[in-house]
């Protein structure tokens, strides 16, 4: 089975561009989950689908970024226009349809976003 | 709101020396709690975890007690290896099923020389 899916690894734009940050989630996984880590912070929770519908997106920073999820599949995660502190890396995550149960998260590598 | 606080990086260790790295926790709600790791060129994966007060997370020969008394889960290993070199996340959530979403703390880079 593969793993969650994240491309590219690795975009240096400059500021005021647009980047497209893609995932693919674990085929079937109903829940997707963008996070991100700022240098030397936490990871901080962005916006959470379920299948199409954007179930949480109390972390988006602000509204220079755009998510969707279109047909419950892959979802993008667009910056447009980029700002330096967008700097750090994407992290995309899926689990299973809810069953009441604490579910693992699994992980994507990240996207390291370098705004310049 | 929920925060986690977690050692400052990097850790720098021989192989084979005992690994402790430091969690603390505050939450509103009964928190269940993870450790997660991150090797190079990877995504973060699932150490292990806890859910409720005395629980014993292991895997790989690591563990973490959720200590309730003292809001921590703390993460340890008897004698690390090189492989073992990596970021160190605790996290927790309150919420349940799917629509749980992680705090995370800022990361404890580990690195075990030969």
């Known amino acids: 089975e593969a793993g969650v899916t994240q491309f590219p690894s690795h975009s240096v734009i400059e500021k005021g561009q647009t980047v497209t940050l893609r995932c693919d989630p674990i085929s079937g996984h109903d829940n997707l989950y963008w996070y991100r880590r700022v240098m030397g912070k936490e990871i901080k929770f962005l916006l959470h689908?379920?299948?199409?519908?954007?179930?949480?997106e109390s972390g988006m920073p602000n509204n220079r970024f755009l998510a969707e999820r279109t047909g419950g599949t892959y979802s993008t995660l667009k910056v447009q226009p980029a700002e330096l502190e967008d700097s750090g890396v994407y992290f995309c995550?899926?689990?299973?349809?809810?069953?009441?149960?604490?579910?693992?998260?699994?992980f994507g590598p990240g996207t390291r976003l370098t705004v310049t | 709101g929920d925060s986690v606080t977690q050692m400052e990086g990097p850790v720098t260790l021989s192989e084979e020396a005992f690994l402790t790295i430091n969690c603390t926790y505050t939450a509103t709600g009964y928190p269940s709690l993870f450790w997660y790791v991150q090797y190079p060129g990877e995504g973060l994966q699932l150490l292990l975890k806890?859910?409720?007060?005395?629980d014993k997370g292991s895997n790989k020969g690591f563990e973490a007690t959720y200590r309730k008394e003292t809001t921590s889960f703390h993460l340890e290993k008897g004698s690390v290896q090189v492989s073992d070199s990596a970021v160190y996340f605790c996290a927790l959530t309150t919420g349940f099923s799917g629509y749980s979403t992680l705090t995370f703390g800022k990361g404890t880079m580990l690195l075990v020389s030969p």
């Open positions: 689908f379920v299948k199409e519908s954007k179930q949480d």
């Open positions: 806890a859910t409720k007060a005395d």
């Open positions: 995550a899926s689990s299973p349809a809810s069953t009441g149960l604490i579910l693992e998260k699994y």
